[in-house]
C-alpha cells in the first residue's frame, strides 16, 4: 500500500511540474508565433494542459481514497485487501494462487487481481475451507479457499 502511496506521490509532483513550469513556457512560445486559431502547437499545449489538468484530479481523489484505508481494520482471519489466497478451481482440479490488491496495482499474469475484479469481489471475507462460485466473462468458476495469508501476515 505504502509503495502505491508514493507511485501516485510521484506521478503527482511530476504532473504539477509539468503543470506549473514545463506548460506554461509551451503556451507562451506557442503565443509567440502569432495567430492562435491556426496555432497547432498553442492548440497541443492547450490540450495537454486540460488532460494534466484531469490526471491531477484523479490522482488526488485517489490518493484521498487509499488513506481513508485503515490496515488494522483489514481482517486477520478472512480474505481482504493484500491477502494471498491459495484456492483450488474445482471445474479444472487446478490450484492457484492469487494476491488482492488495489486497481493500479492489479496484474493477472503476476497472480495479481483486484479486489474489484469478478474474482476478488468473490474472495473477499472468505476464509479457508470456504468454497465460492464466481461469475467470470467465461462462465462459472467454482473455488475452494485452500491457504490464506492476509496482509498482517505478510508485513506489507
Do not use: C, W
Not at 489538468?53 to 481514497?65: E, F, I, S, Y
Amino acid at each position: 500500500m505504502e509503495a502505491l502511496k508514493k507511485k501516485l506521490q510521484e506521478e503527482i509532483a511530476a504532473l504539477e511540474h509539468e503543470l506549473r513550469n514545463e506548460l506554461p513556457k509551451e503556451i507562451l512560445k506557442a503565443r509567440a508565433h502569432g495567430d492562435l486559431s491556426e496555432n497547432a502547437e498553442y492548440h497541443a499545449a492547450k490540450e495537454r494542459q486540460r488532460f494534466v489538468d484531469a490526471r491531477l484530479g484523479q490522482l488526488r481523489a485517489r490518493m484521498g481514497v487509499l488513506s481513508l484505508v485503515d490496515v488494522s481494520k483489514i481482517s486477520r482471519d478472512r480474505v481482504g485487501l493484500g491477502s494471498e489466497v491459495v484456492v483450488l478451481d474445482l471445474k479444472k482440479d487446478e490450484k492457484l494462487t492469487y494476491r488482492l490488491v488495489t486497481s493500479e496495482e492489479a496484474d493477472m499474469a503476476q497472480g495479481r487481481i483486484s479486489t474489484s475484479s469478478p474474482i476478488g469481489k468473490g474472495l473477499l471475507g472468505k476464509e479457508v475451507g470456504d468454497v465460492v462460485t464466481i461469475q467470470i466473462p467465461g462462465g462459472m468458476r467454482e473455488l475452494e479457499v485452500l491457504k490464506l495469508t492476509t496482509i498482517h501476515d505478510l508485513g506489507s
